[in-house]
């Protein structure tokens, strides 16, 4: 960061060999359909990974309340934002999950 500008290095470096454009463009986020992958293609993962009995994560989080909130998200479909904060949080106990397997 240089006088509030994130990423001023980077900019500076790549100024003259990208359009302009993108320099003054808004900014804009980067979806992922991580729901629909939770629910498909990773669903069997995310149960063997949080909710088997060799989970590290039970001796920090509750496991029934976990089990309860991917069950949910599993079989409903509500609105886009509680998909969105659902998986959020499912993918935040991934990343828990795998962090305490490699670390602890």
């Given at each position: 960061?240089?006088?509030?500008?994130?990423?001023?290095?980077?900019?500076?470096?790549?100024?003259?060999?990208?359009?302009?454009?993108?320099?003054?463009?808004?900014?804009?986020?980067?979806?992922?359909?991580?729901?629909?992958?939770?629910?498909?293609?990773?669903?069997a993962y995310v149960?063997?990974?949080?909710?088997?009995?060799?989970?590290?994560?039970?001796?920090?989080?509750?496991?029934?309340?976990?089990?309860?909130?991917?069950?949910?998200?599993?079989?409903?479909?509500?609105?886009?934002?509680?998909?969105?904060?659902?998986?959020?949080?499912?993918?935040?106990?991934?990343?828990?999950?795998?962090?305490?397997?490699?670390?602890?």
């Amino acid at each position: 960061m240089h006088n509030m500008e994130l990423k001023h290095v980077v900019r500076q470096a790549m100024r003259g060999r990208l359009p302009d454009e993108l320099y003054t463009a808004s900014k804009k986020g980067f979806p992922t359909p991580i729901a629909r992958w939770f629910r498909g293609p990773l669903r069997a993962y995310v149960y063997e990974t949080l909710l088997s009995k060799n989970a590290r994560i039970h001796g920090y989080l509750d496991r029934s309340a976990m089990e309860t909130l991917i069950d949910r998200f599993m079989r409903t479909r509500s609105l886009p934002l509680y998909d969105y904060a659902a998986a959020n949080r499912i993918y935040s106990f991934l990343t828990i999950e795998l962090w305490l397997r490699k670390f602890l």
